[in-house]
């Protein structure tokens, strides 16, 4: 590999780049729609700006140089992957995908819809289940974990399959992980605001943040190289294995900041004494025509 050009070297996937266009094509859609419309609170500018910067980092993610590079840098494999853990995930979320993705849809697509998707639905109670903090702080630490082990971790580079099967669990996790946080569209359904509402949110970040440090810190000061496959990279840009091991463990390691912007951003609303949870906005009832 030219590592000189590799920086300008944008590879192409189709399956990534078509989910990315249909995700993307399906909420401006409905966004403009919902505009059009009036329902400005929903359809706002910074939520559309806030998804459309989540796709923008799946594309870097999977579709740029950090795609090529890897392959033969540990550091570079770890800046994907936080774009996939800390990035897109919590960005996406923000967007409140949800309600515009729905509304995109024809009329009669979302009126068959309703019954899948009310409280007592089976989809909204697997959901309710999954984004409840022990559980998606659970399926996210025990995922990550376990695809750092050195075995996991060597069979997913010796495997394209397994390695988007890997990148997937990452991702989806990681919308579980930040769903009770930013708490889009469907709302899970928390006890009235007060201190336990933005306490055992505050906490659940405090323990991710503690469990993603230990992690960087067990791969950063190891003082072997964990995954032969980038025994290779001796000398590339002037890193040893060892230095690419470590400075991946310190990326992973300084990845904890985003939890810390979530902790932050939960303090400043629980000491906003004059704040009120606001509902959940109902999606705009069909009119005739639209």
């Known amino acids: 590999m030219d590592f000189g050009s590799a920086w300008f070297d944008w590879p192409w996937r189709p399956g990534p780049a078509l989910v990315v266009l249909a995700a993307g094509g399906a909420y401006v859609h409905g966004w403009c729609r919902l505009r059009r419309q009036g329902y400005r609170q929903i359809a706002s500018l910074w939520r559309v700006g806030a998804y459309l910067a989540g796709l923008a980092s799946v594309v870097l993610a999977l579709m740029s140089p950090i795609e090529q590079l890897a392959h033969v840098l540990f550091s570079a494999h770890m800046v994907q992957h936080q774009l996939l853990l800390m990035v897109a995930p919590p960005c996406l979320l923000l967007g409140n995908p949800f309600p515009l993705v729905i509304w995109a849809l024809p009329r009669g697509v979302r009126r068959a819809l309703q019954g899948a998707l009310t409280q007592a639905s ?23 974990w376990a695809w750092h082990l050195p075995a996991a971790y060597e069979a997913a580079l010796g495997s394209p399959v397994l390695h988007d099967v890997e990148h997937l669990a990452f991702f989806g996790t990681a919308i579980l992980f930040w769903w009770p946080i930013v708490n889009p569209a469907p709302r899970c359904r928390w006890p009235r605001p007060g201190g336990l509402y933005y306490g ?8 991710a943040t503690a469990q993603n440090t230990l992690l960087g810190a067990v791969i950063g000061l190891t003082e072997r190289v964990l995954y032969p ?14 230095d690419d091991q470590a400075l991946g463990g310190g990326i992973m390691w ?3 900041h985003m939890y810390l912007i979530a902790i932050l951003a939960l303090v400043a609303q629980a000491m906003n004494a004059g704040e009120r949870e606001q509902p959940e906005p109902a999606l705009p009832r069909d009119r005739a025509g639209s």
């Open 122 to 144: 089976p989809l909204r109670q697997a959901l309710r289940r999954l984004t409840w903090l022990p559980v998606a702080g659970l399926l996210y630490a025990v995922n990550l």
């Open 229 to 242: 496959s980038y025994a290779r990279a001796s000398g590339l840009f002037g890193l040893t294995p060892l």
């Open 254 to 256: 300084s990845g904890g």
């Open 200 to 207: 055992l949110r505050i906490a659940y970040l405090v323990l």
